[in-house]
């Protein structure tokens, strides 16, 4: 089972830390998880150069493997990739196709159950159809119909003169500014462009501002071996004062759902349950609507809003690329491990297994390997972004005899990397069981190394290049002395000459 982390040119050294949250259960998986990005795949073999899930000894290692059954997108990806992955692996890769707001918009209205969570919508195709559907409610949203994370969203509001303020978020993506149109004449001048491009949709704007912020809840449903729909993640998104969105990415804040209807909405706690389990209901319902419409799905997030009244509405859905830490700042690592946990669960399904709920044990008897006794080089991520500089002061006076005297160990946004040079292979499994037994507070996330040769690469390269110039310099003087060559045979002096070199050469043979 494959773990995507995304595309070459990106710096993915940080997803290295959420890799444990897979394997968490690991007795329940029952088969090789590995990971890797798209510069170590190899579809011409159909192999990857991965790094896998050593059970044994609890870290990840690398090696080429064969390319696995199922894959998890845990990142970007390149459309030319995502196509060539579609044709290998069919509907198994799941998420594979989203529908931009219009569209889901015209599947929820038609669905029985899932149509009264959705506010009035149209699409943007001209500007009469602009000014009536703003006339008619003085307050709408006008969103891209491919936006995300806020981007792009413009909130319009009509004023007591008759004037309106548009509302955007600007460059700085924490800041909004307002604009101010004394008529709607002069705020269609402004906003032509986006209205007739049929880009963009006009949705009513429904009450969810408490205490002069937007609110939101974000639910995550992740299917699991069962080919059912989870609860994994929930929460709720809270803005800045003033703000239009609630996304954390415009400077939001996100909290728990129960704090935010206990906080902000004045529920008591058995309120606040009650409701948690209407959004949850509504989430899983416009979950399984959008995904009726579509090809397979194995995870999808839907926003929701609370109005003053206590009714519920939907805001989007995100399937492509939903957010797998929503949680993080208040229940830590427990939300990824979930989302985690249940996404592993549906590859194995996925995978084939013949026995789906087979787990295993390892016995100590089979807690060996194959491990080098050669001395060599080796990249070793620790990850962990709640390690502290003691912890991480640590780690640099355990490693200290196999690395540079000049190098300086610093922390880096959830990892820290090493380079260790002259270590076995043992010795480096060693070295990374006493730094997870001292660490009392369960800090360090993710273990993984890969062995490296620097020295060996270099002398390598340079003996490669110089050898290549010298062949490069043996051609030319071939070329320049086959050149005068030709030119001498074919000169006066040359064939007057002949018969002298006749008479040498027989000369020479007696």
């Known amino acids: 089972m494959g773990i995507f982390l995304g595309m070459e040119n990106l710096n993915y050294n940080w997803k290295y830390e959420r890799l444990e949250s897979f394997i968490t259960n690991y007795e329940e998986i029952n088969g090789v998880v590995c990971a890797f990005s798209e510069k170590d795949l190899d579809l011409s073999r159909m192999t990857v150069n991965a790094y896998y899930y050593d059970a044994y000894f609890k870290i990840w ?5 064969p390319l696995p059954s199922t894959l998890n997108i845990f990142g970007n990806i390149s459309k030319r990739l995502k196509r060539l992955l579609r044709g290998i692996y069919g509907n198994n890769l799941y998420n594979y196709n989203e529908m931009d707001k219009w569209a889901e918009s015209k599947v929820l209205q038609r669905h029985p159950l899932a149509s009264v969570y959705l506010p009035e919508t149209i699409i943007s195709s001209d500007v009469e159809i602009f000014k ?3 006339d008619k409610h003085e307050d709408v949203y006008f969103k891209p119909i491919k936006g995300r994370q806020g981007k792009g969203i413009h909130r319009i509001c009509k004023q007591e003169d008759d004037s309106y303020t548009l509302t955007i978020q600007a460059v700085e993506a924490k800041e909004y500014k307002n604009i101010n149109f004394e008529n709607i004449d002069v705020l269609i001048k402004e906003l032509n462009d986006k209205i007739v491009s049929s880009q963009f949709i006009l ?4 009450n969810l501002i408490i205490n002069n912020r937007v609110i939101d809840f974000r639910l995550r449903f992740d299917k699991n071996i069962e080919n059912e729909w989870k609860l994994s993640l929930a929460a709720s998104r809270v803005s800045d004062l003033g703000g239009v969105v609630s996304n954390r990415s415009a400077g939001g804040k996100v909290v728990s759902v129960e704090q935010s209807l206990e906080e902000y909405y004045g529920y008591s706690e058995s309120e606040a349950k009650n409701k948690k389990n209407e959004l949850i209901k ?3 319902i416009l979950t399984e609507a ?14 929701l809003g609370v109005d003053n009244d206590g009714n519920i509405w939907h805001i ?4 492509k690329a939903p957010n797998d830490t929503t949680t993080l700042s208040f229940e830590k690592y427990e939300g990824l491990d979930r989302v985690c946990q249940l996404g592993i669960s549906y590859n194995k399904r996925l995978a084939g297994f013949k026995n789906i709920n087979n787990t295993i044990e390892l016995l100590p008897s089979e807690k060996k390997s194959a491990l080098t006794a050669a001395e060599s080089s080796y ?18 006076e355990e490693t200290t005899n196999y690395v540079n005297n000049n190098f300086s160990l610093r922390k880096k946004r959830s990892y820290v990397l090493l380079t260790l040079e002259n270590i076995s292979e043992k010795e480096l499994i060693d070295l990374v069981y006493r730094i997870r037994k001292q660490d009392n507070k369960n800090l360090v996330r993710t273990v993984l190394y890969n062995k490296v040769n620097k020295k060996v690469k270099k002398v390598k390269q340079s003996k490669n290049v110089e050898l290549e110039k010298k062949n490069e310099e043996i051609e030319k003087e071939l ?21 002298i070199r006749i008479i040498g050469r027989v000369l020479k043979r007696k």
């Open 203 to 206: 949705q009513k704007t429904i």
């Open 61 to 65: 290692r690398k090696q080429i493997l």
């Open 290 to 303: 959008v995904e009726e419409n579509n090809v397979n799905y194995g995870k999808c997030a839907v926003d």
């Open 132 to 134: 009536g559907f703003v």
């Open 282 to 284: 509504a989430g899983k």
């Open 479 to 499: 070329k320049k002395l086959n050149k005068e060559i030709k030119k001498m045979k074919n000169s006066n002096s040359w064939k007057m000459t002949a018969p």
């Open 379 to 396: 990249d070793l991520f620790v990850t962990g972004q709640f390690m502290d500089e003691k912890f991480v002061n640590y780690i640099k």
């Open 316 to 319: 989007e859905s995100n399937i």
